[in-house]
């Protein structure tokens, strides 16, 4: 567990704190409130936090661990076959169909060796849009997973990132 990342979603980044990489902020466009999007966020980080990385869960407990409302946002699981015939679809649909996350896929992207960013802070803009900042060593970096949780949390839009 990082216990730095964990007390900066609890409690945000300490005055003079320094982070690896660069932070990059991302706008999000929450019609149900961003209040609720951002607390549902970290609601899914905290739950992946806290799990020791050396004791993966499976698919199963990873559905006890997350909040339900998130488990229940997620897509079905794609098999091999489908994934394979996913590739001959024409490139619309590929697309369509990519962004229809499974909670395998998203978690996929919360190993140790296949993190890309790291929760730094998020900020409340007004009552229907926030900001979020994560860091990151590179830019552009896989952003996908964080794109995902933003949306099944309540957000319409996500911005592209812009460095803080």
């Not at 706008?27 to 999007?37: F, H, N």
Request: aromatic share 10%; glycine share 4%.
């Amino acid at each position: 567990m990082n216990d730095n990342e964990l007390r900066r979603l609890r409690e945000g980044p300490r005055l003079g704190e320094s982070h690896a990489g660069v932070v990059v902020r991302l706008y999000l466009e929450c019609p149900t409130g961003a209040a609720q999007v951002v607390s549902r966020c970290k609601q899914v980080i905290e739950a992946i936090l806290r799990v020791d990385s050396r004791h993966w869960p499976n698919l199963e407990q990873w559905r006890v661990l997350l909040p339900e409302w998130f488990t229940t946002s997620c897509f079905p699981e794609v098999s091999r076959e489908e994934g394979e015939r996913r590739r001959s679809l024409p490139t619309e649909e590929r697309e369509r169909l990519a962004a229809q996350w499974s909670l395998g896929a998203f978690i996929y992207w919360f190993l140790p060796q296949e993190r890309a960013w790291y929760w730094w802070d998020a900020r409340m803009l007004d009552e229907k849009r926030a900001e979020i900042h994560v860091t990151t060593e590179n830019v552009p970096f896989a952003m996908g997973a964080l794109k995902w949780l933003s949306k099944a949390a309540g957000a319409r839009s996500i911005s592209e990132p812009s460095l803080v």
